[in-house]
């Protein structure tokens, strides 16, 4: 089966609607540009508390799905612990298929 919310992050980064990495990622949020982030699930507890507490604060929705390799092969990088989406239409349509996951 496809994984449509991978598909969906591919379809963002195309594109040009997400950031990734550590660097970039907390620049969008802390700039309030980040509709979403997604963690990997298998980043550090470090990372995990560092953006869902950056993402509660400036109330930007945040979830953890794939893993880091996964993450990366869909935004044609190679391993990413984050990801930011800055466009709400993706975002709510990511949130949506998540939903139904």
């Known amino acids: 089966m496809q994984d449509k919310v991978l598909s969906l992050l591919s379809l963002a980064t195309k594109a040009g609607k997400t950031v990734s990495g550590e660097f970039m990622t907390e620049n969008e949020i802390k700039s309030e540009k980040a509709k979403l982030v997604i ?12 953006f869902e507490d950056m993402c509660a604060y400036r109330n930007i929705k945040i979830v953890q799905y794939a893993n880091k390799e996964e ?11 984050c990801v930011a989406v ?3 239409g993706f975002a709510a349509s990511i949130l949506k298929q998540l939903e139904n996951f």
């Open 86 to 88: 800055l466009d709400q």
């Open 71 to 81: 993450l990366g092969k869909y935004i044609g990088k190679e391993f990413r612990a």
């Open 39 to 50: 963690l990997a699930s298998d980043c550090s507890d470090n990372t995990k508390k560092k």
